[in-house]
């Protein structure tokens, strides 16, 4: 595999070893991050897939410090660091302005519903600046004209459709001009017009704003659509990390001329099949057995 070589200065995120445990029913600690590690370059899309219970809503969780790690390094460089800082044991007031850096699309949207459209886009303005009113409202319309809902900005989320909750999600995440923006589940509950309509608006915001991009779906199309690059994740390891075009080409790859059960297990999670690595004989995936014996 020939991946071009990246500087650090060009490494925004860089993941080092993370381990994440939980524990169970019994109190037994289990493993759901098992020595992750990758690097999210400056500009770029990453995708983070994998099947249920694959670890990659707790990665991140890990990575905008909602979670804290057990082991590893999550090391940030923002165009104004000097040098890359480790989130592990960051105070919160250093976390803080980290985030300030940050915009989130949650996979539900997380729309306040007493507040309408306007009022939710203005929300981290009037909490993390220190700008006059107006100028917030000046804000706000140019963040609602560029998701195109700004005809809507006096709607409640209760008026709106789930494709229009998710554009006004996108308006507040970057809201604060955010140097890099998380996608958590961006496609979830859309219908496929919709979907593709929101990956096109995620890929024209990331040129307009030249911000860098971490999606985490298990939605393929999608995933191709806007990704760089990929990272499967498979028992909270990374399974693969490559270019879009190399997971284009195990996806599209016959069955016979793959050589590993890696490769197999890829290539049955992207096209969606019932037979393979991830499955039994009985067709039951590794996650459908654990929720059975639970």
Do not use: W
């Not at 960051?90 to 949650?106: D, S």
């Not at 519903?113 to 319309?141: M, R």
């Not at 229009?164 to 140097?179: F, H, S």
Request: proline fraction near 3%.
């Amino acid at each position: 595999m020939n991946e071009r070589i990246v500087s650090q200065a060009d490494v925004v995120i860089s993941v080092r070893n993370l381990v994440k445990s939980f524990a169970d029913a019994e109190g037994n600690a289990v493993r759901v991050l098992d020595g992750v590690t990758f690097d999210v370059e400056r500009g770029e899309t990453l995708v983070i897939m994998g099947g249920s219970g694959c670890g990659k809503s707790t990665l991140l969780n890990c990575l905008i410090g909602e979670y804290h790690m057990d082991q590893g390094e999550i090391l940030y460089r923002t165009k104004e660091m000097d040098a890359a800082v480790d989130i592990a044991g960051m105070r919160e007031t250093e976390l803080n302005a980290i985030r300030k850096r940050i915009g989130i699309l949650f996979q539900s949207g997380a729309l306040f519903n007493s507040l309408s459209t306007a009022e939710n886009v203005a929300l981290p303005l009037q909490e993390h600046s220190y700008v006059d009113p107006s100028i917030i409202d000046i804000v706000v319309t140019l963040k609602l004209q560029q998701v195109k809902m700004l005809e809507h900005r006096d709607k409640y989320p209760g008026q709106l459709s789930g494709g229009q909750k998710k554009r006004v999600a996108l308006a507040r995440a970057t809201a604060l001009d955010p140097e890099i923006l998380f996608y958590d589940e961006p496609s979830a509950g859309l219908d496929p017009v919709t979907s593709s309509a929101i990956d096109e608006l995620m890929m024209d915001l990331s040129k307009k704003l030249q911000v860098t991009s971490v999606a985490v779906t298990h939605e393929m199309d999608s995933a191709f659509r806007i990704a760089d690059r990929m990272v499967m994740l498979d028992k909270g390891r990374v399974l693969k990390l490559g270019r879009r075009s190399e997971f284009e080409a195990l996806r599209d790859a016959s069955p016979s001329d793959l050589t590993s059960d890696e490769e197999r297990l890829i290539r049955q999670f992207l096209n969606g099949a019932a037979d393979g690595p991830l499955t039994d004989a009985d067709g039951m995936s590794e996650f459908e057995k654990l929720i059975v014996s639970g």
